[in-house]
């Protein structure tokens, strides 16, 4: 199904901002008049560092009836690449 909006998220190494993000992203108010499917899409540029448990972050954002998607890319190509790696996986409605 596609999204009526998609964001792309690119990470390397930024596990606690990224965790203030997603939070950020499940405590807002969606309008399903306007939006009725919304999808976080996180690349993962190959990060060094462990990634922790989002679990519970993804159980609030699902409530919030936002679906999010996670991309492991095999290497660290640089911002752009991991955005158009994330873009591959927004389809067209």
Known sequence: ?????????????SWQVLAKLLDSL?????????????KVIIVDNDSTVQKPDFSALI??????AIEV????????R???AGCNL????????
Request: proline content about 4%; overall charge positive; aromatic content about 8%.
């Open 78 to 80: 640089g911002f752009a």
């Open 59 to 64: 159980k609030s954002l699902n409530a919030a």
């Open 26 to 38: 499940a405590s807002q108010q969606i309008n399903p008049v306007l939006i009725k499917s919304f």
């Open 69 to 76: 998607d996670w991309i492991q890319s095999p290497n660290n």
């Open 86 to 93: 994330g873009a591959k996986q927004v389809k067209d409605g």
């Open 1 to 13: 199904m596609s999204a009526d909006l998609s964001i792309v998220i690119v990470n390397y190494n």
